[in-house]
């Protein structure tokens, strides 16, 4: 299993406790990433699990006071996704499918369309 430390967390690239539907899961400072996703060089996702460690260390470390909505934490680690590859190489698709991800498999997503998911990602 391959390990990755960032700055504010480990990634550990295992299925093991990553959610069903889900290509990985933070778990306070512990990421888990499929291993698919180290097979295709995919930086946006472990680029996005190493921002929730980090959001977590900040609501921890602020005694909950700087914590962030669970919408708004995954539309910024969605946001910083697209900057890195994939994204990059097809920011329209990749704009779409993470919309797509935001409207339909949180629980804030009955709450949210797709159309204002897009508009979120590119606010
Ligand atoms: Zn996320």
Redesign the pocket.
Known sequence: MKVRFGKYGIAFYTNRFVHVDAGAT?YYCFAFIRPKYLANNDEGIYR??ML?TRQWWRCILSFGSKCLSHLV??VD??KLQLEYYPATENRLKYELLYSSFLAHRYEFSDQLTQEEALKLLRS
């Open positions: 933070t996005h699990e929730h934490m995954e680690a969605y």
